[in-house]
């Protein structure tokens, strides 16, 4: 009740109805960048799919033609080695691509985290547990002090 109290009284119902209005507009504004993220994401996600499978195939033939030309000439053998090595080194720079899109996203959810934790002023509530603790300490050794006089 003293929180209404204090509250100031002359504020009138049309500027409570604006700042509501702002409120709804700013929501807006966050769900459409939200829908255009995902937008996004969705086709990144789509194109490397795609270039994965390319990429698959076109090494799966390539395999295949070079394969049957290494059983004759060793240069072509050396070739079929390099191949085999690109194609593995493809692969792990498309598993780091995706390993990297997985930590940027943990990472943004860890800060959405460490700003949820500081609004909640966590901080300031264990400093003041502490000041009570030592409080309580200092009380209870006055107390102590007291009963071993008496």
């Known amino acids: ?4 109290e204090s509250l100031p009284k002359d504020v009138s119902r049309s500027a409570y109805t604006q700042r509501i209005l702002e409120i709804v507009g700013n929501i807006k504004k966050q769900k459409e960048e939200i829908t255009k993220i995902l937008s996004d994401t ?3 996600q789509k194109e490397i799919n795609s270039l994965t499978g390319k990429l698959d195939r076109t090494f799966a033939v390539t395999d295949e033609l070079v394969f049957k030309d290494a059983k004759k000439d060793e240069s072509v053998r ?12 493809c692969t792990q720079l498309i598993q780091t691509i995706e390993d990297t899109g997985t930590i940027m996203r943990e990472i943004r959810d860890l800060e959405e985290q460490i700003d949820t934790e500081d609004g909640k002023k966590t901080t300031s509530n264990l400093e003041k547990i502490l000041e009570d603790y030592k409080a309580i300490r200092q009380e209870n050794a006055a107390l102590a002090a007291k009963i071993r006089e008496a």
């Open 1 to 4: 009740m003293t929180e209404f």
């Open 42 to 44: 969705k086709d990144l």
């Open 78 to 89: 050396k070739a079929y080695k390099y191949l085999a090595a690109l194609h593995e080194n």
